[in-house]
């Protein structure tokens, strides 16, 4: 069995590119990667395959039973009260294999995104689809559920495919990743590493070759600016007109270079050299690399006058109706990175809402939550268009350095879970916050972009708290870190 895609086409209402622009492949039973960056058409394809949108041309076949586990972990899986209400031994088995509890599925909207997240996986896996589509199924999750999610996803025998920006999962799971940029793709085998190596050696090879296309179109413009300069002389040499009247020997040159086309040598070659010209300017621009931002960038934004952003007393947070976080004294000083970590549910996004109200009125923060709702969409694509020309300028020049394309902003509506992040943290760096609390900021972020993100926060010179199970960005990026540690059964504990 397997999915052969051909040529699919699909633009979104409104906007100006095609999200998917013949894109064809063929996916074989196993794991099949989907990368790139964000606004690349990956969740597009997605949703085509598994019917939630139309294409506006191309097909695939056959038609399989499909399950889609989207990005928005707070979306419940149409099958959660099937899934949960079953006692077959396939849910009983992946309800144990992801730790899920009794009540989960009666207060699904309770849960911490990485609960939902193995919620939504487990509903997925319990309906045994023949094409299963995973699309950043590890946002959210700590490393033991990260594992439990690998050894699931490892156990399924359909035709899978990964949408993820995680590179240790797409290379222990597939045998061959579809690298997708301007919406269509390129084909390479093995896992993500095999195939950005071999994306990296293409890549060489075609800067060079457009090297030397350009000089060759240089090299040939002067010749031709040569040729056309030499045909001018030449077609007014062949002019009688300044010739004296009586002058019978110049008049017969002319008359012997018209007659033997002589005199036409030097306007064929001037000719055949503009033809080679318009070539190899073809050639040049057929020669695509994609535009990378792999330096890093400084914004206006300045530590704190104040030497203290943030005080929290000793303190305890109740955590649903049976814990509690335990907090003791803390203090977030104007220079400080300070990352946040623990285990899902344990009450991280809790405390940051917590936190975000004791931040005095005088301090500028930039809070970016883990899922932005509907509401804050609409207000971050809104102010974008109020905004005057410099401003919206800088916030583009932010995407831009984030890895997204800044033409896509202003297109419309039509912004991937990652661009509407990076949208998010540009506007709010137009007030050149001195504190910034980013909880999970790269879920649904591309690996260029997840890098991107490092030398920022790394050169971001005022304070930030940071929650996130990225282990490398944490490293890459924080000088402190704030642990939740279990106590006791119904005590956690800030350390």
């Known amino acids: 069995m397997q999915l052969n895609i051909s040529s699919l086409h699909y633009t979104y209402p409104e906007s100006a590119e095609p999200a998917l622009c013949g894109l064809s492949a063929t996916l074989p039973c196993g794991w099949t990667g989907i990368v790139g960056d964000n606004g690349s058409g990956k969740s597009t394809l997605a949703k085509i395959l598994c019917g939630q949108l139309k294409q506006d041309g191309g097909s695939f076949a056959p038609a399989l039973r499909a399950a889609y586990c989207q990005q928005d972990a707070s979306t419940p899986s149409e099958n959660l009260q099937d899934f949960i209400c079953s006692y077959d031994k396939e849910a009983l088995m992946l309800r144990n294999a992801f730790g899920i509890e009794e009540d989960w599925g009666w207060r699904f909207d309770t849960l911490s ?14 309906a045994e689809p023949q094409l299963l589509i995973m699309d950043e199924p590890t946002n959210h999750v700590d490393a033991p559920t990260r594992e439990i999610i690998a050894n699931a996803l490892t156990r399924f025998r359909g035709i899978g495919i990964l949408i993820s920006h995680d590179r240790t999962l797409l290379d222990e799971l597939c045998t061959q990743c579809l690298f997708m940029e301007n919406g269509t793709g390129v084909m390479r085998p093995g896992g993500f590493s095999q195939g950005q190596d071999q ?24 010749e031709a600016q040569s040729r056309s300069e030499q045909a001018s002389r030449t077609a007014s040499r062949r002019s009688a007109r300044n010739v004296a009247k009586h002058d019978s020997d110049a008049r017969e040159k002319i008359r012997l270079a018209v007659y033997s086309g002589q005199d036409g040598k030097a306007g064929k070659l001037s000719a055949r050299m ?3 010209v318009q ?44 814990r509690t976080l335990q907090i003791p004294q803390l203090f977030v000083e104007n220079h400080d990175h300070i990352g946040l970590a623990g285990p899902n549910g344990w009450g991280k996004t809790t405390l940051v809402k917590q936190l975000m109200g004791m931040v005095d009125d005088g301090v500028r923060v930039l809070y970016l939550p883990q899922e932005p709702t509907a509401d804050q969409r609409k207000s971050a694509l809104r102010s974008l268009q109020e905004l005057n020309n410099k401003d919206r300028g800088e916030v583009l020049k932010t995407v831009a350095r984030l890895n997204s394309q800044p033409e896509r902003f202003m297109e419309g509506d039509e912004l991937s879970p990652g661009e509407l992040r990076k949208l998010m943290l540009a506007l709010g760096m137009l007030e050149n916050p001195e504190l910034m609390i980013l909880d999970e900021p790269t879920n649904h972020l591309d690996i260029g972009s997840v890098l991107a993100l490092e030398r920022f926060l790394a050169n971001f010179p005022g304070a930030f708290l940071l929650v996130t199970h990225d282990q490398a960005l944490l490293e890459g990026t924080t000088s402190r870190i704030w642990e939740i540690t279990q106590e006791d059964e119904a005590t956690l504990r800030l350390i």
């Open 113 to 126: 995104c990485g609960q939902q997240k193995r919620m939504q996986i487990a509903c997925a896996l319990w």
């Open 199 to 222: 994306a990296g050696l293409e890549r060489a090879t075609t800067l060079r070759e457009k090297e030397k296309a350009k000089n060759e179109l240089q090299r040939l413009k002067k």
């Open 274 to 276: 503009d033809s080679r």
């Open 279 to 322: 070539q190899a300017s073809a050639t040049l621009s057929d020669l695509h690399v994609q535009k990378r931002y792999e330096g890093n960038f400084h914004t206006n934004a300045e530590a704190s006058r104040r030497p203290v952003v943030l005080h929290v007393p000793e303190m305890s947070l109740p955590l649903g109706e049976e």
